[in-house]
């Protein structure tokens, strides 16, 4: 069993954080606000006062965190993961950030002799819960294997992508997706219910169909009654079209599906569903058919 | 155990028997080709000489054929299955038809005293032989029940979802995204292959991602190998698509991901698929990216 | 000068009369309404009970009628145009109608040692009224020819295209522009409002700019001021981008602009504005972006 | 008449020049490559060396360059506009590059006591030696009513649409239509080349309806003959179609039929087109339908 530390202890770093506890591993954990941590303490999780401690403590660091500008707030600066890390060790981001910064990032941990793996995951704490997380991991395939069998504590899969940066530009190839089947899944629900099929039961057959995704078995329910929180929100999902719009403009490939999506997105955020969960979509769409579903106020 | 009829024992209708038939029900069957039917009678269904005597035979006569042009061979004239019909019998279309259609004959199955249900099916032979084909199923609810229990032989799942004609139109509705899923998973695989991630790799991890439908998990595949015979073609699958834009249009529905995905198999069949099985779409696309993915000659 | 009918006289029929009058053409007329043809008789048109007997006193029919069903009821039968062709005479109808009911009813004309011509315009009223109608043209050259100087007497520009039905197609592929302008149109003009410039300024440097069509001129204004009475609705314009998207279909060209398009369209009739001029499409989007505009209720 | 100046003496600030000479101003001119502008100079136009010396010597300066590199490269240090700047004088930018730019140099120029105008253009060379082009100013309005009159030396028509900047912004919304435009007359002629009308005839019934605009006219015979020289090609348009797209999101203004067309260029990219004539969205979109079109190689 490995010293393992973690940064980011929300919704689903502290789930990861629990399997790894319960694999049996030692982990070290670190938070912005430490009272969200105070579960996982119980549970026998050390405590470090900065990022830097807890990548000095630990032999391989995981990160979970909201974004690009936090990912440079914890690991820059004089109390930054960066600081902490000397040679052998290992620094693993598992979110969703641009892969320019992965690789400066990547560039600076090798500089103190350290490696790192980007490795983001594919799922929502649904999925994970579920034990179905998986992940998409680049840098050195060396690197990959000493942290494969961590990895597989948490969820089931890990698939190898490439050098480092490679694994965000696969999560946002995934996450186009995500979007889309929920318009389409949508579409289908309208047509069914406008022919006359109430609402649930056309859910339930989708459901029960070989179009239904992980992804639209736990996000289609949103159409019968939206989450008080969203599991992943419209700026969040309009975020990562975004980054895949570019990625098509960058590399010449032309993404009708996602260039449609993107558009209904704005139209939800234009409605006032900013920060509702995407499956928001289906409302928005519902309007433009004339009618309000009763999902959202 | 009841004694059935089958119409239609193509790829479908041929692995239902077999379904049936393992369950410890008689079952007699009749097929334009009496020769595909050997491996049938040689697992001891009976044989008919016509659709009318099939329904003649049986409580209950299924029929899984190919479009509305074949279900009107087999209904309607002197040998046709309502000929065959009278009070109490049950006559079951599992086909992709117009809901049209299905109302038409359900009213000439009703003025003999039958009964007649639409159900037709998600998925491919793929998941039949996983056993987990679904149906959508519309007619009355007393007779749904009748049959539900000899569904449920051939897969795990039957929702009643409305009137004669509804079960059809659901279909349609399920049916919209197959196609945009497909075309979403193409963008994916380009994007990512376009970034330097070998096609097999991307494809392994979106199949191991949210995203995965099991349409994806079956068809996906294709874009690294294309079948020698279609499961779906181009031709069929446009043919829903053009379904679902129908009933959008009459019912005020807007599909935009339907829409532009339907331009997108019109861009296939300009390229000359139009008998391949509709994954082609991956090779339209790439295409349009500026390269010849080798999938097809 | 000419012997001519006239079969509709409603608002561009009548206009297109009174020229041929000014003309020097001695007309004789038929509507369905005499009273609305009063204007004309008080300028000079003389009065037919039917088309047949329009057909009989001219030597050349011309006829401008709503759609495919108006044009069947006023060409068969024995009151007729049909009835009233004879050999020499010529047939030219100016509507925008099915190429397939053009064909059948230009071969029945030829049958009688007539010759028919499709003769569909492009533009509205206030084209006609600035003297700006275009005709596109098809049928036997010769008989273009003959019938070629009298267009011209209506609008300044007509176009052979071909064989009987071929003008019909044209009109379509032309139509299909107008919508996607209209709505690329909306698309600038609420960027620039949102912007901060006044929804009239906006509008008048488009006006002046170049992408200021003849149609985005007339119609453009009606993005602050929808007209009482619509040059041309939503169903109207609709049913023309099917015939676009059904032609695409068969002829395997993908029009992308057309299919976002008439999803729009479809969105505005959700919103009850099937009857509204399709420069509606305007508010449809408004409403998309979270904003109403204020003209209409 | 005003002493002006002028930089960047390329396709359109070369003949701009010429008709301001031709008006009785004197203008002094600066281009990077000076020989281009010798024929400007046997008109009577002035030289200066550096953008700086064109703006002591002149009340108003003009310029009209690539984009928002240029501009910088102009503007600042000790040899640029801004350091020639002084109280009274105005400078008036008629590129298209982002609005913050303008805003900046706009604020740089307030702080030296003179004014500046965003005032970029809508047409092409061709529209200009028309005598048809048209502005879109913004500033002071004061500043507007002092350099309107010079500016209609050059084309019919200025508008004032507020403040710096939103020129800039008018200018993006007015030009995704040309590419919105020119693909859907794309799918109008290769409808019609399909149904059997020679591509020259139905272009030329397209240039005579309603939905001709000037940019229609005048790079719609691209289709039949490329032009050797692109007059705004793929990259420059796809640069505006992406100003609009990034608008359209912070905004809130759904764009489909610009989403759509971009993704189209993406496509002509691809396929290798990137620096034609964004006609070219014509061959792009014939090669989607299967044919090639003969208009590039």
């Known amino acids: 069993m490995a010293d393992l530390g973690f940064i980011g202890l929300g919704v689903m770093g502290g789930r990861m954080v629990k399997r790894l506890l319960d694999a049996g591993h030692s982990v070290t954990g670190y938070n912005r606000t430490k009272s969200k941590a105070q579960w996982l303490l119980d549970l026998g999780m050390r405590w470090a006062e900065t990022p830097r401690a807890v990548a000095e403590a630990s032999a391989i660091t995981f990160s979970m965190i909201a974004d690009t500008k936090a990912l440079n707030a914890i690991t820059q600066g004089v109390d930054g993961v960066l600081a902490g890390l000397s040679t052998g060790k290992i620094y693993v981001d598992m979110s969703t950030v641009s892969p320019a910064a992965i690789r400066e990032i990547a ?21 994970l819960d579920e034990g179905k997380l998986s992940f998409m991991v680049a840098g050195k395939r060396e690197t990959f294997e000493k942290v494969q069998p961590i990895l597989l504590a948490i969820g089931p899969k890990a698939t190898h ?28 629900i309208l047509l069914a219910e406008k022919s ?70 704005t139209t939800a955020r234009a409605m006032g569903f900013a920060e509702k969960d995407f499956a928001v979509i289906f409302e928005a769409l519902a309007r433009m058919a004339g009618i309000k579903t009763g999902v959202v106020e």
């Open 107 to 127: 560039q600076q941990a090798e500089a103190k002799g350290a490696q790192m793996l980007d490795a983001p995951v594919s799922g929502s704490a649904i999925t």
């Open 161 to 188: 992508v490439g050098a480092n940066g490679l694994a965000a530009a696969m999560k946002v190839a995934t996450n186009l997706s995500l979007a889309v089947q929920m318009l389409a899944f949508s579409e289908g």
């Open 196 to 265: 006359g099929i109430p609402r649930a039961t056309a859910a339930e057959v989708l459901f029960n169909s070989v179009m239904a995704s992980p992804m639209v078995k736990y996000r289609g329910p949103f159409v019968l009654k939206m989450p008080d929180e969203a599991l992943f929100d419209v700026n969040m999902m309009q975020k990562d079209l975004l980054l895949a719009l570019e990625m098509g403009r960058q590399l010449d490939v032309p993404l009708p599906t996602t260039a449609v999506t993107n558009e209904m997105l």
